[in-house]
């Protein structure tokens, strides 16, 4: 079974608007992180947010914001105001454990903004 | 601060050559680095964990003898494809962890290197 799903292949987005990306994982593990990035056709993977399985308020950094709903297993990325520099592809990740691991990546969502 | 370089950016080799990729922690001591592959519109797939002065960690699936990791210190790793062919061809990143951290960076945990493309003719 997928540990991080992302169901949305791709999206098209008018700019200006806010968009959300669908991220939901899987595991037993009671203390987990999970993350996004940004990936442009640069290739860097550039992070955006992060949020603990232990913390109890959503994360938000700038236009960026995570809704966390730990029951569902769910942690969809918001991103307010979208602008054109935001068309990239979007891996949401998670990790497992206390730290030490490396992450396990969903299949991504490749986001346009359109003017 | 937390910044990691990859060298090459990019190579280009003959089938049954080896290439190595060296992943560097500028400004922080890594105490672990991961190696990741990502082929074309494709997720990035976690191949290793390294961590100074120990062997490697592979994922399963991944040929240890394929792609050796060496991760002599604390602000170097290198990863040789060895006898490449081209289904090895990818893109491939590292990512390096300070643990336990005391980089303040906004949760982020693994920073990641700009990657290196990699194609077998």
């Known amino acids: 079974a997928q540990k991080i799903t992302q169901t949305q292949p791709g999206m098209f987005v008018q700019e200006k608007e806010a968009v959300t990306l669908d991220c939901t994982y899987d595991t037993s593990d009671p203390s987990y992180g999970l993350f996004w990035y940004k990936q442009p056709s640069s290739g860097e993977m550039i992070f955006l947010i992060y949020q603990g399985s232990y913390d109890q308020q959503n994360a938000t950094e700038g236009r960026y914001s995570l809704n966390f709903q730990k029951a569902r297993k769910s942690a969809n990325l918001v991103i307010s105001a979208s602008q054109l520099g935001d068309s990239a592809m979007y891996f949401c990740?998670?990790?497992?454990?206390?730290?030490?691991?490396?992450?396990?990546f969903g299949k991504g969502t490749h986001l346009i903004i359109q003017p | 601060g937390a910044v990691v370089s990859q060298h090459p950016s990019w190579v280009i080799c003959k089938s049954g050559t080896s290439v190595k990729i060296e992943c560097r922690s500028l400004d922080f001591q890594a105490t672990t680095m991961f190696w990741y592959r990502q082929f074309p519109k494709q997720s990035l797939m976690l191949m290793a964990t390294s961590n100074e002065g120990s062997k490697a960690t592979y994922e399963q699936g991944v040929e240890k003898d394929k792609f050796l990791i060496n991760h002599a210190s604390l602000t170097l790793s290198t990863l040789t494809v060895t006898s490449a062919h081209p289904e090895d061809s990818s893109f491939y990143i590292c990512s390096a962890r300070e643990y336990p951290s005391v980089l303040n960076s906004g949760g982020n945990e693994q920073f990641f290197g700009p990657g290196t493309r990699l194609t077998v003719l």
């Open positions: 990740a998670m990790r497992e454990g206390g730290g030490a691991d490396g992450l396990t």
